[in-house]
């Protein structure tokens, strides 16, 4: 039977890990219906202290986050995202330690990056895609590593500015060493112990018949598992919580219905970077994709990014990078998803097993790049140089190599032949050697052609004195 977003939204309110305390509101609510729950955070002790989960995403929440999370707050989840929320980050948020999950992404938030939230080590995913950040993402003061858990984080369309700290990559311990920092394949969920209060089976009795091991989708993100025998009696049962969050990768959006723990991602697009792209990127050997595209990115691409083995999604596209392409990057066998579009690359395109494998649209708007997919040579004219005629590209029309051969070739030759043809002492020098040899040649052959004759003589004489 279909269930109202309002009747779920009680349901929420009644679960334990979704415990809400009633008070004045602390954030507005539009529409009739679209309601969520009366209040989202207490400053008492009792408000948010025990509350594990906070989960609005998409309604349509207006105004500030006010309120305090108060010290031990318990959350794990707080996902805010697709709202209309204004204002920005509540420095107390710092006092949820345990906090994994922070979903503020598609709303008005603005302000600078969080870096008041440092002390959260456990923290393993970051939205704050599609707000009004800006500033740069260098924190400062910071000796300790800074989120190691970190598995996806998503800056993209906001004003973020400055360089990309080479630090900000170097800590991400968990998309150093994921795959064998989790030997077992699993998700994000945690557990809210057994025989939880009978509020839950309302939840099950609404949504229907709910065998052991089913899972719940409450409908706004996350779901709550409930698993053991006889579910519906009351007995032997564990709640969980398992979460959810949107991506884009490959140019696609994605909802991960469940986050795998070994599943790490970065998106910086759409801001305003300078800068080189740190070589400490190529440290993330278990990063599966990476967008740093839509920014004001300089220098070259580093080699070091073809150390990220099972990378899977790169895009670089429109920025200001320049020079060649690495030949690293036709190393990486699992890519299959590559965008250098529109920047300033030359060179010939790198062959390998995978590059050539993606179309053309992976390396237009790059004038001084050429090779397959794309043309054999540059398909675009350069531009005309002040005096009017044609510039070209060193490395595009001239092989150096053959050049410096032929060049050394001629020399060689040259030093050679020039003083034989213009110096009399040369001739000499270089002529008497080689007549004498010449003479030794001719003498050997004049005797052996003697010997020979005087042998075949002997022969016609003995030949008569028989007959």
């Not at 998409?58 to 794990?76: S, V």
């Amino acid at each position: 039977m279909a269930i109202s977003k309002a009747v779920i939204a009680s349901l929420l309110v009644s679960l334990l890990i979704f415990h809400l305390v009633e008070a004045d509101n602390e954030i507005a609510i539009r529409g009739d219906g679209s309601g969520v729950a009366r209040s989202l955070l207490q400053e008492t002790d009792k408000g948010t202290a025990n509350l594990n989960v906070l989960n609005l995403q998409n309604n349509q929440l207006i105004g500030k986050i006010t309120g305090t999370f108060p010290e031990g707050c318990a959350l794990r989840t707080l996902d805010l995202n697709a709202n209309c929320l204004e204002g920005q980050v509540p420095k107390s948020l710092a006092n949820c330690a345990n906090a994994e999950v922070l979903n503020l992404g598609t709303n008005k938030i603005n302000g600078n990056f969080p870096c008041f939230l440092a002390n959260l080590s456990n923290l393993r995913v970051l939205v704050l895609r599609s707000n009004k950040f800006h500033g740069n993402i260098h924190c400062s003061g910071i000796l300790n590593n800074m989120w190691p858990k970190l598995q996806i984080i998503d800056l993209a369309l906001n004003n973020f500015s400055g360089i990309l700290p080479p630090k900000f990559f170097s800590q991400r311990k968990a998309m150093m060493d994921g795959v064998n920092g989790q030997p077992n394949l699993s998700h994000l969920r945690f557990g809210m112990g057994r025989n939880i209060d009978h509020r839950v089976s309302r939840l099950v009795g609404i949504a229907g018949s709910v065998s052991a091991g089913a899972s719940v989708g409450v409908g706004v993100g996350g779901s709550v598992g409930i698993t053991g025998a006889n579910i519906n009696s009351g007995m032997h049962r564990n709640i969980y919580y398992e979460d959810s969050v949107t991506v884009i990768i490959k140019g696609l959006q994605m909802k991960l219905v469940k986050i795998l723990t070994i599943f790490t991602t970065i998106d910086f697009s759409n801001n305003s970077f300078i800068g080189k792209v740190p070589n400490t990127v190529g440290d993330l050997k278990s990063l599966y994709a990476l967008n740093l595209s839509h920014n004001a990115l300089t220098g070259s691409i580093p080699s070091s990014l073809g150390n990220l083995s099972i990378l899977e999604s790169l895009d670089l596209s429109w920025n200001k990078l320049d020079g060649r392409i690495p030949v690293t990057l036709a190393s990486l066998t699992f890519l299959s998803f590559l965008n250098l579009s529109y920047n300033q690359l030359t060179g010939m395109i790198p062959r390998g097993p995978q590059l050539q494998t993606f179309s053309k649209t992976s390396f237009e708007g790059n004038k001084g790049l050429w090779g397959p997919p794309l043309t054999t040579k540059e398909a675009e004219p350069a531009p005309p140089t002040l005096n009017g005629t044609q510039s070209y590209a060193e490395e595009d029309e001239i092989n150096w190599v053959y050049i410096i051969a032929t060049l050394g070739y001629t020399l060689g030759v040259g030093v050679i032949v020039g003083p034989l043809l213009y110096s009399k002492r040369w001739r000499q020098c270089y002529y008497k050697p080689l007549d004498r040899v010449i003479v030794r040649i001719h003498h050997h052959q004049e005797q052996r052609a003697r010997n020979q004759r005087r042998r075949n003589n002997i022969n016609q004489i003995r030949r008569r004195q028989h007959h």
